[in-house]
Nanobody, 125 residues
Framework: QVQLVESGGGLVQAGGSLRLSCVASGRTFSNLPMGWFRQAPGKEREFVAAIGWIGTPIYYADSGKGRFTISRDNAKNTVYLQMQSLKSEDTAVYYC??????????????????WGQGTQVTVSS
């Protein structure tokens, strides 16, 4: 089992920045691929970014390329999502997810076994 707890969400003006954090406990974090997803009201959950268990590969959705940076600190069991130049369309609940032990990195949410409770990001225009 893996428990994931996100933090760092909040209200920010358009053009601002936020850094989300996700702390994992349970299974060996350093062997888990990690991902960030988001879900806006009335929309389906969508992929944001993913990082391999050794820090590579890294994938981004087109919506976040050049603005979002995913990283991980295996010593702290933490994955981060640094978000810059935020837009109103980035408003959503952001979820951290853990993939399969020693598994591949993916943008498909069906390949992630564990999910956090989410953290709200609201970008005001």
């Amino acid at each position: 089992q893996v428990q994931l707890v996100e933090s760092g969400g909040g209200l920010v003006q358009a053009g601002g920045s936020l850094r989300l954090s996700c702390v994992a406990s349970g299974r060996t974090f350093s062997n888990l691929p990690m991902g960030w997803f988001r879900q806006a009201p009335g929309k389906e959950r969508e992929f944001v970014a993913a990082i391999g268990w050794i820090g590579t590969p890294i994938y981004y959705a087109d919506s976040g390329k050049g603005r979002f940076t995913i990283s991980r600190d295996n010593a702290k069991n933490t994955v981060y999502l640094q978000m810059q130049s935020l837009k109103s369309e980035d408003t959503a609940v952001y979820y951290c997810a853990a993939g399969q032990y020693l598994g591949g990195t993916s943008s498909r949410d069906s390949l992630y076994d564990y999910w956090g409770q989410g953290t709200q990001v609201t970008v005001s225009s």
